[in-house]
């Protein structure tokens, strides 16, 4: 009996140690490259001063779209939670102000994919290449 439970262990442990499939952690990001990545390695890349010019004005026209969407955020935030400081919160208007929230929330999530693909459009197949590359570690 103990004989069988010790092989039953082993088995389920070198199953465990079985290496697994590797799912992307995040598959919509792994494929695109964020500004950071973009400016740190820019030198590396060979970005000219056309391209870095317009990926600037790029990333300031989301800046600005992005401050104005994090105070509307902020007061419908704070709205949303001065409904529920109510003892009986009226559930329609809770959910009526989370959606106003929620809308905000998608607005910024889009405007910053939008910013991404704009600048991976930006750059040339092996300039993407490269910035794989080096966000996987490589030289």
Do not use: Y
């Not at 973009?38 to 391209?51: A, R």
């Not at 419908?76 to 106003?100: H, I, S, T």
């Amino acid at each position: 009996m103990k004989l069988s439970l010790i092989i039953v262990c082993l088995l389920a442990g070198l199953a465990h140690a079985q290496p697994q499939p590797q799912q992307p952690q995040d598959p919509i990001g792994e494929r695109l490259f964020p500004a950071e990545l973009i400016m740190s390695h820019q030198q590396e890349i060979g970005l000219d001063d056309k391209t870095r010019t317009a990926m600037v004005d790029d990333i300031q026209r989301f800046q600005a779209v992005a401050v104005k969407l994090q105070w509307d955020m902020r007061a419908e935030g704070d709205a949303l939670a001065r409904l529920l400081d109510a003892p009986r919160p009226d559930e329609a208007k809770v959910l009526a102000q989370a959606d106003k929230v929620m809308a905000l929330e998608r607005e910024m999530k889009r405007a910053h994919l939008g910013l991404l693909v704009r600048l991976k459009g930006r750059l040339t197949p092996a300039q993407q290449a490269t910035l794989r590359k080096v966000r996987r570690g490589g030289p």
